[in-house]
């Protein structure tokens, strides 16, 4: 069973970039065929998909934040990022790093965490 966990700062300024990293367990993050994702939550709204990347190190991202978007691995740690440049109070959500097959994406999720965009 895959596991997830994410980490990084929970408080970050505006104008700053926002680093999270989602570490892997019970799995490789070059398993064929699994997409490994950012999805966030803002307070009060629905799931919002941020990207992926695949098993094999190809990224997919979000048209709408696709600009300041980007997310790489670190294979030899077993991990993924992201990194959310130029932030506003706007992207204060909580954020969750998911995993799995191509045929259920979203079949793992971290226990995901808070962050807040403040000065």
């Known amino acids: 069973q895959v596991q997830l966990h994410e980490s990084g700062p929970g408080l970050v300024k505006p104008s700053q970039t926002l680093s999270l990293t989602c570490t892997i367990s019970g799995g490789s993050i070059t398993t064929m065929y699994y997409y490994w994702n950012w999805i966030r939550q803002p307070p009060g709204k629905g799931l919002e998909w941020m990207g992926a990347i695949t098993y094999d190190g190809s990224t997919y991202y979000s048209p709408s934040l696709k600009s300041h978007t980007s997310i790489s691995r670190d294979m030899s740690k077993n991990q993924f990022s992201l990194q959310l440049s130029s932030v506003t109070p706007e992207d204060t959500a909580v954020y969750y790093c998911?995993?799995?097959?191509?045929?259920?994406?979203?079949?793992?999720w971290g226990q995901g965490t808070q962050v807040t965009v403040s000065s």
């Open positions: 998911t995993g799995g097959h191509s045929d259920d994406r979203f079949g793992s």
